[in-house]
C-alpha cells in the first residue's frame, strides 16, 4: 500500500530564518506530487507542483521554493521566512495510472509558526 | 476555467440531523469529484468520490451522486454524529498535464449533542 509521511509536525522559526519541509511517499512510482498551504481557518491555496524530478512547477509567485531531488521525495524551502508564511502546509500524491482515478492523497501536515 | 463552488458555512447541527453541503462545479472537460473530510489538527483524507455521470460515491454513511445537467455533487448524510465535525472540501480532478485538480473554500460542520 501507498504511504506519504511529512515532517517535521510542528515548528516555530523567527523570522528571516530557512526553512525545510520534507516529503516522502512510499510504494509507488512516478507520482505528482503537491505542496498546499492552508491559512488559518482558510481554504487551501496550491504552491507547487511536480510531474517528475527536478520538474517543477509553481503556482504562486512568493518567498517560497520547492526541489525534488529524488522520485518520491519533495521539499519545500525557504531562504528567509516571513511573518505571512506562517500556516498549515500540506504535502500531497496522485497518479492517473494504474488503477488511481486522479485523486489526492495528503500527508499529515507541518505546523508553521513564524514569529 | 476549472473550479468549485460550495456552500461555506459554519454549518451547525443537532446530533442525528440531516446533513446537506451543496456543491457545485464548472469544468473543461469530463472531471472526477471528490470530498475530502479534515479533521482538527490532521491531513485532508478522501472521503468518496464519482468518475462519472450519475456514479454515487459513499462512505461511512455519506454519500454524493455526480449530477453532470446540474454540474453539481451535493454531499448528504442522514443522520450525523458529533463525530463528523469536521472541515468538508468538495474538489474535482481533470486530466491534463500535472493532473488539474482545483478544491472548493470548505464548510466547517459543528455538531452538537
Known amino acids: 500500500s501507498q504511504t506519504i509521511h511529512q515532517w517535521p509536525a510542528t515548528l516555530v522559526q523567527p523570522v528571516g530564518s530557512p526553512l525545510s519541509l520534507e516529503c516522502t511517499v512510499e510504494?509507488?512510482?512516478?507520482?505528482?506530487l503537491y505542496w498546499y498551504r492552508q491559512a488559518a481557518g482558510r481554504g487551501l491555496q496550491l504552491l507547487f507542483y511536480s510531474v517528475g524530478i527536478g520538474q517543477i512547477s509553481s503556482e504562486v509567485p512568493q518567498n517560497l521554493s520547492a526541489s525534488r531531488p529524488q522520485d518520491r521525495q519533495f521539499i519545500l524551502s525557504s531562504k528567509k521566512l516571513l511573518l505571512s508564511d506562517s500556516g498549515f502546509y500540506l504535502c500531497?500524491?496522485?497518479?492517473?495510472?494504474?488503477?488511481?482515478?486522479?485523486?489526492?492523497?495528503f500527508g499529515e501536515g507541518s505546523r508553521l509558526t513564524v514569529l | 476555467g476549472n473550479s468549485v463552488t460550495q456552500m461555506e458555512g459554519p454549518v451547525t447541527l443537532s446530533e442525528e440531523a440531516f446533513l446537506t453541503i451543496n456543491c457545485t462545479y464548472t469544468a473543461t472537460g469530463y472531471p472526477s469529484l471528490f470530498w475530502y473530510v479534515q479533521y482538527p489538527g490532521e491531513g485532508l483524507q478522501l472521503l468518496l468520490k464519482a468518475t462519472k455521470a450519475d456514479d454515487k460515491g459513499s462512505n461511512k454513511g455519506f454519500e454524493a451522486t455526480y449530477r453532470k445537467e446540474t454540474t453539481s455533487f451535493h454531499l448528504e448524510k442522514g443522520s450525523v454524529q458529533v463525530s463528523d465535525s469536521a472541515v468538508y472540501f468538495c474538489?474535482?480532478?481533470?486530466?491534463?498535464?500535472?493532473?488539474?485538480?482545483?478544491f472548493g473554500p470548505g464548510t466547517r460542520l459543528s455538531v452538537l449533542p
Open positions: 510504494g509507488t512510482s512516478n507520482p505528482n
Open positions: 474538489a474535482l480532478s481533470v486530466r491534463s498535464y500535472g493532473q488539474n485538480f482545483v
Open positions: 500531497a500524491w496522485g497518479r492517473l495510472a494504474g488503477g488511481f482515478t486522479g485523486e489526492l492523497f
